[in-house]
């Protein structure tokens, strides 16, 4: 099946609401085209859009949330007692799932039973790492609001993992609406107690069964959701680093910067080495000058403190070698706003915020110079970490982190990140995914 040409698949980026607000639109220099009836009637297939003159595809069908096929399941399980979760050990009871290839574009949606897939064992997923996820979570409030936390920085993330490994693109906003679908019909498995939330998986992968190395004719987008305890059920714990260049997460050029699959795998080794010398993640260098990256699988922030009293707090700059995370991002911007007035409490009176490239020789003078403030990464799952230890060339860098196990600058972006994922304080990164009104 051919597929079809890079400007005529973006074009299946119009979403399904935008055509059904038009009859007519114009592509490039071929004249006016007439939109023909996607038939969603009776959960037909979507079917590609031809000029009426040719007969040529112009544009495949797009994802779209409201041919949704939802199948619900005839033996519930038992959601665990909270206390018992472990992380991704469990999941609900439904899954999202939608198949794409290239000559029909994405199929109907459907919300099923959670089962195993059935896939071809020669499926590109399973030879050449076709395949990239996305993790985000919603939170249940105890009057049954289900909050889900700037989903929109997943989706898009999650379309540019797709572009880097030639799978196709979606309308965000409609997986967004999928998902929402998925976790209010399984928000009973999210449990209302403070600091626990719902895990949300979505994942692409590679479908096509012929081996080859090329772009997949066939993908499946799905989304698995596992119920998940606080990160910090017995206190804040600090982790330990091993900062080596022995190991390289990411190279300039590469993939760091896009959550795929084949990102992680090849990072389960040094993790392990570094455990064996009694650190708890890695520190990942890059280059002669040993630049600081990410730690483990989190954006890394260090502050320090400047002769005048200011704190700087640094993030690395994005770029090839970083992933974009959703909460790095939060934490810049809440820190932004704090520098600018809008105060977080914790967070320093003077403070600067810099993204720039930060080199070990920087924190090994500051720990000489007693200007290292603090440590911490930041991630979906714990939100933020600290770091209090980072072995370097034989030696450990010892890093404060105040009595409780977490700094001032991480502890006040912590709190004030769950103030807005839960929706104690109002903010419009907080999306509901079950509005009173529907
Ligand atoms: C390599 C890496 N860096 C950073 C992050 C943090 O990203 P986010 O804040 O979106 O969870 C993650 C986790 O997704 C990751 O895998």
């Given at each position: 099946?051919?597929?079809?040409?890079?400007?005529?698949?973006?074009?299946?980026?119009?979403?399904?609401?935008?055509?059904?607000?038009?009859?007519?639109?114009?592509?490039?220099?071929?004249?006016?085209?007439?939109?023909?009836?996607?038939?969603?009637?009776?959960n037909?297939?979507?079917?590609?859009?031809?000029?009426?003159?040719?007969?040529?595809i112009?544009?495949?069908?797009?994802?779209?949330?409201?041919?949704?096929?939802?199948?619900?399941?005839?033996t519930?399980k038992?959601?665990?007692?909270?206390?018992?979760?472990?992380?991704?050990?469990?999941?609900?009871?439904?899954?999202?799932t939608?198949?794409?290839n290239?000559?029909?574009?994405?199929?109907?949606?459907?919300?099923?039973?959670?089962?195993?897939?059935?896939?071809?064992p020669?499926?590109?997923?399973?030879?050449?790492?076709?395949?990239?996820?996305?993790?985000?979570?919603?939170?249940?409030?105890e009057?049954?609001?289900?909050?889900?936390?700037?989903?929109?920085?997943?989706?898009?993330?999650m379309?540019?993992?797709?572009?880097?490994?030639?799978?196709?693109n979606?309308?965000?906003?409609?997986?967004?609406?999928?998902?929402k679908?998925?976790?209010?019909l399984?928000?009973?498995?999210?449990?209302?107690?403070?600091?626990?939330?719902?895990y949300?998986?979505?994942?692409?992968?590679?479908?096509?069964?012929?081996?080859?190395?090329?772009?997949?004719?066939?993908?499946?987008?799905?989304?698995?959701?596992?119920?998940?305890?606080?990160?910090?059920?017995?206190?804040?714990k600090?982790?330990?680093?091993?900062?080596?260049?022995?190991?390289?997460?990411?190279?300039?050029?590469?993939?760091?910067?896009?959550?795929?699959?084949?990102?992680?795998?090849?990072?389960v080794?040094?993790?392990a080495?570094a455990?064996k010398?009694?650190?708890?993640?890695?520190?990942?260098?890059?280059?002669?000058?040993?630049?600081?990256?990410?730690?483990?699988?989190?954006?890394?922030?260090?502050?320090?403190?400047?002769?005048?009293?200011?704190v700087?707090l640094?993030?690395p700059?994005?770029?090839?070698?970083?992933?974009?995370?959703?909460?790095?991002?939060?934490?810049?911007?809440?820190?932004?706003?704090?520098?600018?007035?809008?105060?977080?409490?914790?967070?320093?009176?003077?403070?600067?915020?810099?993204?720039?490239?930060?080199?070990?020789?920087?924190?090994v003078?500051?720990?000489?110079?007693?200007?290292?403030?603090?440590?911490?990464?930041?991630?979906?799952?714990?939100?933020?970490?600290?770091?209090?230890?980072?072995?370097?060339?034989?030696?450990?860098?010892?890093?404060?982190?105040?009595?409780?196990g977490?700094?001032?600058i991480?502890?006040?972006?912590?709190?004030?990140i769950?103030?807005?994922?839960?929706?104690?304080?109002?903010?419009?990164?907080?999306?509901?995914?079950?509005?009173k009104?529907?």
């Open positions: 099946m051919s597929r079809l040409s890079t400007p005529l698949r973006s074009l299946t980026r119009l979403t399904t609401r935008q055509l059904s607000k038009t009859t007519t639109f114009n592509v490039t220099s071929k004249p006016l085209l007439s939109i023909q009836s996607r038939g969603y009637k009776n037909a297939q979507p079917q590609p859009m031809r000029d009426v003159m040719t007969g040529e112009i544009q495949l069908p797009d994802l779209d949330a409201s041919s949704v096929k939802i199948t619900k399941t005839t519930p038992k959601p665990l007692a909270p206390s018992k979760l472990v992380f991704g050990k469990t999941f609900t009871d439904h899954m999202l939608i198949n794409w290239s000559a029909n574009g994405w199929a109907n949606p459907e919300i099923k039973p959670y089962a195993p897939l059935e896939l071809d020669s499926s590109t997923v399973f030879h050449y790492a076709f395949t990239l996820f996305e993790g985000m979570k919603a939170y249940r409030q009057d049954g609001t289900v909050r889900l936390f700037r989903p929109d920085m997943n989706m898009a993330r379309n540019r993992s797709a572009s880097r490994i030639a799978l196709p979606f309308d965000g906003e409609e997986l967004t609406e999928l998902i679908k998925l976790v209010v399984d928000s009973e498995w999210i449990p209302k107690e403070k600091g626990y939330s719902l949300i998986r979505p994942t692409l992968i590679g479908t096509q069964t012929a081996l080859g190395v090329g772009p997949s004719s066939d993908a499946m987008l799905f989304v698995i959701c596992s119920p998940v305890g606080p990160y910090y059920a017995s206190g804040f600090p982790v330990q680093l091993l900062a080596t260049t022995k190991f390289v997460r990411a190279a300039p050029g590469g993939t760091g910067g896009y959550k795929l699959g084949a990102n992680y795998a090849p990072g080794v040094p993790q080495e455990a010398e009694g650190y708890s993640q890695n520190l990942w260098l890059l280059g002669d000058e040993h630049a600081l990256t990410e730690v483990g699988t989190m954006n890394l922030f260090v502050a320090f403190k400047q002769p005048d009293g200011t700087e640094v993030t700059p994005l770029d090839d070698v970083v992933l974009p995370g959703v909460t790095r991002d939060s934490a810049l911007q809440l820190a932004r706003d704090h520098a600018k007035g809008d105060k977080i409490p914790g967070l320093p009176e003077k403070l600067i915020v810099s993204e720039r490239k930060l080199i070990m020789k920087d924190l003078e500051a720990e000489k110079n007693g200007t290292l403030v603090e440590v911490f990464g930041t991630g979906t799952a714990a939100i933020v970490s600290a770091v209090d230890k980072i072995g370097y060339e034989g030696r450990d860098i010892q890093i404060p982190t105040g009595s409780e977490l700094g001032s991480a502890k006040g972006l912590l709190d004030r769950i103030g807005i994922q839960t929706g104690e304080i109002e903010h419009p990164w907080s999306v509901i995914a079950n509005p009104s529907t």
